[in-house]
């Protein structure tokens, strides 16, 4: 039996997504997903980088809070090695320049810039060579200490860091004449 009346039967129109348009629909997704990653991933580094210039800021001031009461409690500061004024450092210096030399009634005390005594420091380091603190944060009279007080210095950027902390000393002992 053959129905045939003349007439094509009618389409029915079916609602819903062609496979291109789910493609285009899945890789625009895809892009969109891979930039939100990307800026996700781009603000972390960032936070990271921050967090970083921070405790590097933090062990900046707490180095200078150090060196400013030292320079306070001495009777003889001496700037650099080709100071005439230069003491006998009480630690072997490993081959670091002599940036900072101060006598105090503990002994002496020497700061001192170049490479790591040893390879869990980053980069160049200022260390400092003299009678340790006590759990109270008062010098001990015993014998003197070699540590690391600010690690991380860049070689190219090493110089400038202890060119602005001898800036400061100095004029802390300016300051320190004056009064």
């Avoid at 029915?12 to 348009?21: A, D, I, M, P």
């Avoid at 980088?49 to 060196?67: F, M, N, S, V």
Wanted: charged share 15%.
């Amino acid at each position: 039996m053959n129905n045939w009346n003349g007439t094509r039967p009618q389409l029915q129109l079916r609602s819903g997504f062609t496979l291109v348009e789910l493609l285009l629909g899945l890789l625009l997704g895809c892009l969109l997903s891979g930039i939100m990653l990307q800026c996700v991933f781009s603000e972390s580094r960032n936070g990271q980088k921050l967090a970083r210039l921070l405790r590097e800021r933090q062990a900046g001031e707490r180095l200078l809070e150090l060196i400013r009461s030292e320079v306070q409690q001495a009777s003889l500061v001496s700037v650099g090695t080709g100071n005439p004024l230069s003491l006998v450092p009480a630690c072997n210096l490993g081959g670091r320049e002599l940036v900072l030399q101060l006598q105090t009634v503990h002994g002496v005390i020497s700061y001192s810039q170049g490479v790591a005594p040893d390879a869990i420091w980053l980069g160049n380091v200022l260390m400092r060579c003299g009678p340790s603190y006590g759990l109270d944060g008062g010098i001990k009279p015993s014998s003197a200490q070699n540590r690391v007080v600010l690690d991380g210095l860049e070689e190219s950027r090493s110089n400038n860091r202890v060119i602005w902390l001898l800036g400061t000393i100095e004029a802390i002992g300016h300051l320190n004449r004056d009064a």
